[in-house]
């Protein structure tokens, strides 16, 4: 089948040929575009976060009272809710992690002027910290209770800290980031880190610098705080009712509230991440199957107008197999133009949104990827107008003189 007379048959009518190849065009950019973003945030949502978010339960209690003492409570309620059974560990924090609260700090990796600096989030912990969250030691150790601190102000400058690689790498990036380290906060204090964590990410999942956490044994003297209780496996949603009801127990002059699973809290803060990607799925479906039907429509369209050509070329002597080959090249010619065109047109859509959303530059496999697509979407859109063709009699060329 020679390419030049189909090409010249297509150009005879070339207002269906031109719009199809544009839609193929349009097509391959919004689809290889949101398959790429729908990529991503799947990525994102799925990033390992270092803690055993399935296993824990987070409830805040909020004192009320002249005489309440946060710092007197803590104690008390860790170790009753220790007590309950299927707990495995418990700590207490001013803010839970994944949640889209927290409290920023800013390190620095030596006292020299210049010196390397890293923002972080900090969460105030209890000694169990390391185990409630279920986070990994890669060195060093764990708080002990000697370590946690009930300053009477927040101006008590830290002593001691559990950090993750991230931050210290971001503190140390020439090396030298390990358990032993001395980092400086904004005032020039020194703080030691004591233990080093594989992975943890903190309180918002936007932040390019999610994964620089830090822990401080500490107890600060406010009204409110989380407690994080992890439950062994499979114990979480019996243990949880129990939460609520022992603080409860032990003083009435509180306010218990916000009781939710960390795999809840997780999910909310991804909702945003998770909408997108099922609205772009919902479009690249969407522009699939509109282009698929126009193919279809085309390739119908093309046969109802050729009735007499092709009834006169298998009177001379085509296999039905020629027939389907003719209409199947056609749409080949016509969708291999419009992915050309829609391979330029995907790079510079991708170029104006990194641009002006600052998103990741597109990799470059996705392109033929989505040429391939194309491509089957076009041949198989046009099979069934090809079948149909071919069974077209070699009498309809008389009949139709």
Known sequence: MEFG???????????????????IALTLAVIVNAVFIIKQRIDKITRPTGMDVDN???????????????????????????????????????????????????????????????GGVQYFVNADAVNAFGVQLESGRAFTPEDVEYPENFGVPLSQVIMTRAYLDALFPQGGGQAGATVYDNLGNPVTVIGVLDTMHGAWVGWDKLENVMLVPRVMPVEFNYYIVRAEPGERDRVMPQVEE??????????????????????????????????????????????????????????????????????????????????????????????????????????????SFELERLDPLYVPAGILSLWLLGLLGVAGPARKASAISPAIATRTV
């Open 5 to 23: 007379p189909i090409w010249r048959a297509s150009l005879r009518n070339k207002t269906g040929p031109v719009l199809m190849a544009l839609q």
């Open 246 to 355: 022992t603080l409860l127990a032990i003083n009435v002059r509180r306010i218990v509230k916000s009781l939710r699973t960390h795999s809840e809290i997780r999910d909310s803060s991804y909702q945003g991440d998770r909408g997108m990607a099922v609205v772009l799925a919902v479009v690249v479906g969407l522009m699939a199957m509109v282009t698929g039907v126009g193919i279809v429509g085309l390739a119908s369209f093309a046969v109802r107008q050729r009735i007499k050509q092709i009834g006169t070329r298998r009177a001379v002597g085509a296999r039905r197999r020629d027939i389907v080959r003719y209409f199947m090249v056609e749409n080949w010619m016509i969708t291999t133009i419009g992915v050309a065109i829609g391979s330029v047109l995907t790079i510079a859509v991708n170029y104006w949104m990194v641009v």
């Open 56 to 118: 824990i339960v987070t409830v805040q209690s909020f004192g009320f009272g002249d005489d309440f003492d946060l710092q007197e409570s803590i104690p008390e309620d860790l170790a009753a809710l220790q007590a309950i059974p299927g707990v495995r560990a418990v700590t207490s924090s001013q803010h839970v992690p994944l949640s889209g609260s927290g409290w920023g700090t800013e390190l620095a990796g030596s006292s020299e002027d210049g010196a390397p600096r890293a």
